[in-house]
Structures are given as C-alpha cells and as structure tokens.
C-alpha cells in the first residue's frame, strides 16, 4: 500500500503512577491505516475484542485495569495482548523472548542507562523466558491471527513499546522539578518526542491519555519540540488538542480523559504499560524474596506497600539499598 493512501494513529498511556513502589511505565503504539473511517476494534474484530469475558478466543485491546486482574486468568489475558502485537514489530514474528529482550525494545534516547539498572539489580529478575503465563503454542497462534488480520486489513502496527522509570529515577527527577504532574512529562513527553520524530512526516495523530488534572498543554510542547509552531485547537477540563508543525512534520495531540476507551493505540498502550509495570514488581518481589524467604509479595501501592516494607526489613537490611530507590518520595 502506498504511504500516501495511508494515516498513522498512535497512542499514549501510562501504568503506576500512583504506587509507593516500582516503576512508572509509559506505553505507545502507533498504526498506520487506510485513509477513510477506521475504527480498530471494528476492522479487528476477527481476533480483537475490548471484552474481557470473550479472552478465550480473543486478544483483548482496553483499559489495562479491564483487561487484568491478578488471577491466573487475568494474567494470561493481559500477557497475550501485550506479547502478540509486540511480536508484530519483530521480523521473525516472535517477539521478545525474554524480559531483558522486552526492554531492549525500547528506542535507546528512551532506555534505563546501565547505571540505572544496576541501582535497581531486581530487573535482572525478569523473567529469563517469554512467555510466563501461557502455553507458548497458544501464544503462536495468536501471533499467526493476529498477523493473517492485519494483512489482510492493510493495517500495519509500525511502533510500539514501553518507556520505564524505576522509583530512584523519579526521585531524582522530582528533586530538580520539585513537581510530579512535570516529572510526569518528562518520561511521556519523550515518548512523545519520539513519535514525533519518527512517524509526524507521514502526519500523525497522537491520543494521550489526559496528565492529572492539567488542561494546558501548549507551552509544554513548544518547550519539547523547539522549532515547531503549537496551534491551539480547544483546551477544556476533558480534552484539550493542538497541532504542532515545522517544515517537516504535522501532528495532531489530543490529551484526552478516558482516551483508552475512545482510541484503540492508548488501549494497547495501556496493555502493553501495564504488562511490564507486571513483570518488573514479579523481578523486584523475587529478588527480594531470595533476600528473605516466606516474604509476602507486593504490587507497591500504598497500603500494601507500607506493610511490606515493615515486613521486609531484615530483606532491606541485607541488600544495603538506600530507601531513595525503593520508596517514592511523591
């Protein structure tokens, strides 16, 4: 298919920004689709549906916090999601094999330094083979529907990935922003910046799940894409848009609520963000498992984090990690 009969959507939205422990993760994906009406879930729906209960003969592309559930069930469903549309982006078909393969994917401008990782040793517990929770025949299948669907569409998915944030790194950015909703940006505004780069030439239209409560966004991206002109198109409570231009580029961003219900691209964002912000508390609760055995795992927000790091103590103690990145200041 000609690029010039095609557009590109894409998709923005993050998971944990609220807990006490683990990381940040912001997900995109982008799909480049016949010009006319599409709407993603309907030309998918051959193997895509936003429905949880039809997981037994579909991928299920919505909100994160519709698709999973910590239930065997629910992490099956969610892994299936992430792992065949990733798997897309991969040559072979195969995808990441591996949790270090996962975060690989990531473009390096938006990759952990090596630095960064070895302050936070728990993602050398990631698991050593993909996938976890499913069969991976079943897995193949999926791939092959999958990949057989958008073929014959004419859809193509041309980006995806997750942008990761352990809590040291957002402690340090917190201590030169002195604000979380701007440390927010940093990390989806450079996934931002990277879309930008790569795929507003073909003219782009990027859905961001809305930051907070924030309803300004322009000076935010003239900031982020110097040399680019914001147009301001509305700025209201639940959706505020812009076009940005230069020579070169033309992109159109909504900051939207809810956006995951309205654009396929922030849905599977929000999978794909969910399922490593997954896999990297199951690396950190096995790391420190190893530390101290019978300690009761954690998903790291609030509540349940302060109880484990009560219970986890003698763990703490032995690892000589400061608190500083374990525990988020804001």
């Known amino acids: 298919m000609n690029r010039d009969d095609t557009r590109v959507f894409a998709g923005i939205d993050e998971a944990g920004l609220g807990p006490l422990l683990g990381p940040l993760t912001v997900g995109w994906s982008a799909f480049r689709v016949p010009r006319g009406p599409v709407n993603l879930w309907s ?26 559930s910590r239930t065997p069930r ?22 990441p094999q591996s949790g270090a393969e996962l975060l690989r994917l990531t473009p390096p401008a938006l990759a952990l330094p090596r630095e960064v990782v070895a302050d936070h040793p728990w993602y050398e517990h990631l698991p050593a083979e993909l996938p976890v929770h499913v069969p991976a025949d079943r897995l193949s299948l999926r791939r092959q529907q999958l990949r057989s669907t958008l073929l014959r569409t004419g859809i193509d998915l041309c980006d995806a990935g997750v942008r990761v944030q352990p809590a040291g790194e957002l402690n340090r950015r917190w201590a030169v922003t002195d604000n979380k909703a701007l440390s927010h940006w940093h990390v989806t505004g450079g996934v ?5 780069e790569t ?5 782009l239209a990027l859905f961001v799940d ?3 409560g924030r309803r300004l966004y322009a000076p935010l991206l003239a900031d982020l894409l110097p040399g680019a002109k914001v147009e301001v ?19 159109r961003i909504v900051f939207a609520e809810r956006c995951e219900e309205r654009a396929f691209a922030v849905a599977l964002a929000s ?13 950190f609760n096995a790391y420190f498992g190893e530390l101290q055995p019978g300690l009761r795992p954690t998903a790291g927000y609030t509540t349940d984090g ?25």
């Open 43 to 68: 030309r998918l729906g051959r193997v895509v549906t936003d429905e949880p209960t039809e997981d037994r003969h579909k991928l299920v592309v919505a909100d994160s916090k519709k698709v999973y």
């Open 74 to 95: 629910g992490r099956r469903r969610l892994e299936l999601t992430a792992l065949t549309f990733l798997a897309q982006l991969d040559p072979f078909g195969l995808g």
């Open 192 to 196: 931002v910046r990277h879309l930008w």
């Open 199 to 203: 795929l507003a030439e073909e003219g």
């Open 210 to 212: 809305r930051l907070g």
């Open 233 to 251: 198109r509305c700025e209201r409570s639940d959706h505020s848009e812009y076009i940005v231009r230069d020579a070169a580029h033309s992109m």
């Open 271 to 283: 999978c794909l963000a969910k399922y490593l912000r997954e896999l990297s508390m199951e690396a």
């Open 306 to 330: 302060r109880r484990w790091l009560a219970e986890a103590a003698p763990a703490l103690a032995r690892s000589l990690h400061a608190t500083g990145v374990l525990v988020r200041e804001r």
